[in-house]
């Protein structure tokens, strides 16, 4: 009489492991979602606030055409690209851009006194760094997932109901690679 | 990190029972005591609902009294954008549901906490002291720090043993200040053997209120200390920056740090401790934080990246406490042997002037006594003061016409 009875309770028990495994499964990849669209958001935020940059700086910088055009297009194709290929690349060089630039703004003493600079600089240091962070939390809500769905006993149900591993974030540092030439003449 | 979390948890709930034990004997050997056979039972009564006030008390009105009780002043993104910048990129870094509120004490000493028992109702204070004499990264060690508290419970966790504690020591003093005037016992005896069983109980309970307020302050500091070590860690693995939170924490250890509206019961929560005297080393044992000068060179030896691991390897090769007692990441955390690279240097720190940053404070302490503020476009920043009557003013500097914006 007893027997069936511990049965039913442990299957009963097990069934509760079993959902609340499902949950937090489910609650970790979503969480991975989350952080995916954050660095989009802070990707556009960036696109946003170039114009107010260039703008700000076209009156001090009269002889900067080139560096300042080649903000304005990395932005535009930055804007359009379509594809994680693409939009990686468009980033990438995107950055190559900003900071050529601010190495050429260290030439401009009074630029970099202006009010409205700094303000404009401030925002864009701090998108810079929420891209990083953004990025970062990504990768981080990534590792967990990962690991709950590679671990054991949760890889079990992983497998029954098909979650998937998540990929890391990959955004170069462009700057490691590449020295940009800065002409003083 | 989600691991740490629920082990924070579940300490809260072991220590709340152990200390809260610990309040009920001490309530049964008072009440036998001072009400005599069978006085155990309003003792423990008594203990027990004060207590639960207690408790009640601090979950639900904490965040408020702490901050009015340090005169902060709420700020936000209109004030003063970068602190609000880092705040917000901390949020992200910490996957944070939404910024915590950003508070300013004015005074000069630098030093900061964190508030709140949730992360969705959390807040974050900073002395106008701290913002003066730091950078940018420094300051977002600092924030991360905070944050970390926010993040792994430590609020909650250090609020409720702040109770236990509080409720203990309250106990035992009004115990022992009552045998102090009355002078012991007035029960009427019903013999037996009674005589020597109450001089007993009597001891007894006077020992525990004498022990157990230490014991409980002893065992509250303690924790206080390790929740710190375990802070730094957290810190260092958001910013991946170990360098900013060390000379933060140089910069902020050079200076008089006593401030005025900190006391012992609000001490715990900032970043270092406000009732220290410049230099003054605060014996390990009675101090709510570890030394300085022990976090900033445990956290210049994280090498190899900024996981948990790298932090617990650097604090045993510091302190030289190793195995169990040397323990201050749980090992939920230290099962994860992902290798963090440490950042390199944002482009800001080392660059930032002195003057505008006094400037930028100066202004923030304007806006917040209702000053105006004007850019003219030549790109000075003129300051209005609240009085001024009129619509419309000269810039100093370019001498152009200026509409004043009309107030509401």
């Given at each position: 009489m007893i027997i069936p009875i511990i049965i039913i309770a442990v299957i009963i028990i097990g069934i509760f492991i079993l959902i609340g495994i499902y949950n937090s499964l489910v609650q970790l990849r979503n969480r991975v979602q989350n952080a995916w669209s954050q660095i989009d958001v802070q990707l556009k935020r960036r696109h946003d606030l170039i114009p107010n940059l260039v703008e700000t700086a076209k009156g001090y910088m009269k002889h900067e055409r080139e560096t300042l055009d080649s903000i304005t297009q990395a932005r535009s194709t930055a804007m359009h690209a379509q594809g994680i290929e693409a939009k990686s690349q468009a980033e990438n060089a995107l950055n190559g851009a900003m900071s050529k630039f601010f190495l050429v703004v260290e030439n401009y003493p009074d630029l970099k006194a202006n009010q409205n600079f700094l303000a404009v600089q401030e925002e864009l240091t701090t998108t810079e760094n929420k891209i990083a962070f953004s990025r970062q939390n990504y990768n981080d809500q990534v590792l967990f997932f990962n690991n709950k769905i590679q671990m054991f006993p949760s890889n079990i149900i992983a497998s029954m109901f098909n979650f998937q591993l998540k990929e890391y974030f990959e955004l170069e540092d462009q700057n490691e690679r590449t020295v940009p030439k800065v002409d003083f003449s | 990190m989600w691991e740490l979390i629920q082990l924070n948890k579940r300490k809260s709930l072991f220590l709340f029972f152990i200390m809260g034990i610990t309040l009920l004997v001490l309530g049964y050997f008072i009440g036998e005591v001072w009400?005599?056979?069978?006085?155990w039972l309003a003792g423990l009564t008594i203990a027990f609902v004060i207590w639960i006030i207690m408790s009640l008390l601090s979950y639900f009105s904490g965040d408020s009294i702490i901050l009015a009780l340090s005169k902060a002043k709420k700020v936000d993104r209109s004030n003063y954008p970068q602190l609000y910048n880092v705040v917000e990129e901390m949020k992200i870094a910490s996957n944070l549901p939404k910024v915590p509120e950003i508070y300013i004490i004015p005074d000069p000493a630098p030093n900061a906490f964190a508030t709140g028992r949730t992360p969705e109702k959390s807040a974050v204070v900073v002395t106008a002291g701290l913002l003066a004499k730091l950078n940018r990264d420094e300051l977002q060690g600092v924030i991360a720090h905070e944050i970390s508290h926010i993040m792994n419970r430590d609020i909650l966790f250090m609020t409720f043993s702040g109770v236990l504690l509080g409720s203990i020591v309250f106990l035992s003093h009004i115990f022992l200040r009552s045998l102090w005037f009355s002078g012991g016992n007035r029960r009427r005896n019903s013999g037996k053997s009674g005589g020597q069983l109450q001089l007993i109980l009597m001891l007894v309970a006077i020992l525990m209120a004498v022990l157990a307020p230490i014991m409980a302050r002893l065992l509250y500091l303690a924790i206080s200390r390790k929740r710190e070590y375990l802070a730094d860690a957290s810190s260092v693995r958001l910013t991946r920056y170990p360098e900013g939170l060390a000379s933060a924490l140089e910069k902020i250890a050079d200076?008089?740090?006593?401030?005025?509206?900190?006391n012992q019961a609000t001490a715990g929560l900032y970043i270092a401790n406000p009732l220290n005297k410049k230099g003054k080393k605060l014996s390990n044992l009675s101090s709510t934080h570890p030394p300085i000068s022990e976090r900033v060179r445990i956290l210049r030896n994280i090498a190899g990246g900024v996981n948990y691991l790298q932090y617990q390897k650097a604090y045993s090769l510091i302190t030289g406490k190793h195995g169990i007692e040397g323990k201050i990441i749980p090992d939920s955390a230290l099962k994860d042997h992902q290798a963090i690279r440490i950042k390199k240097t944002t482009?800001?720190?080392?660059?930032?002037?002195y003057r505008q940053k006094k400037h930028t404070l100066d202004d923030l302490i304007r806006s917040l006594n209702d000053f105006s503020f004007v850019t003219c476009p030549c790109g000075l920043k003129i300051k209005i003061p609240p009085n001024f009557k009129g619509s419309r003013l000269v810039c100093p500097r370019c001498e152009r016409y200026i509409e004043i914006p009309v107030k509401k």
């Open positions: - | 009400l005599g056979r069978d006085g200076n008089d740090l006593r401030l005025k509206s900190a482009s800001e720190s080392g660059k930032e002037d």
